[in-house]
Nanobody, 124 residues
Framework: VQLQAFGGGLVQAGGSLRLSCAAS????????TGWFRQAPGKEREFVAA????????YYADSVKGRFTISRDNAKDMAYLQMNSLKSEDTAVYYC??????????????????WGQGTVVTVSS
């Protein structure tokens, strides 16, 4: 499975960005999908995850109410809509996929495939 994340960029605080993750190499609907991020000097952390059908979403407390994860299985795409961005959201954002777990997880080790990351910079 290959994952490619894109859509990052420079945005002012309070603004919005939508990240996209394109998947190939396996039927996308069989994969749980998540987003993680790594800020400068910090460890990578969980942001959001979504079930195979897209019916349930999970969020880190730090982004709840501001970010929305979604997917389009017909297009083999996952998305992360980020609103009300803050300077602390500045990070490299990674999409990830899990082929075997029953439910999405915040644990990195449960994800089998990772994209290359896309940089989000929020200026204050």
């Amino acid at each position: 499975v290959q994952l490619q994340a894109f859509g990052g960029g420079l945005v002012q605080a309070g603004g919005s960005l939508r990240l996209s993750c394109a998947a190939s190499g396996r039927t996308f609907s069989t994969l749980l999908t998540g987003w993680f991020r790594q800020a400068p000097g910090k460890e990578r952390e969980f942001v959001a995850a979504i079930t195979r059908s897209g019916g349930s979403q999970y969020y880190a407390d730090s982004v709840k109410g501001r970010f929305t994860i979604s997917r389009d299985n017909a297009k083999d795409m996952a998305y992360l809509q980020m609103n009300s961005l803050k300077s602390e959201d500045t990070a490299v954002y990674y999409c990830a996929a899990d082929r075997s777990s029953a439910y999405p997880s915040y644990r990195e080790f449960q994800y089998d495939y990772w994209g290359q990351g896309t940089v989000v910079t929020v200026s204050s």
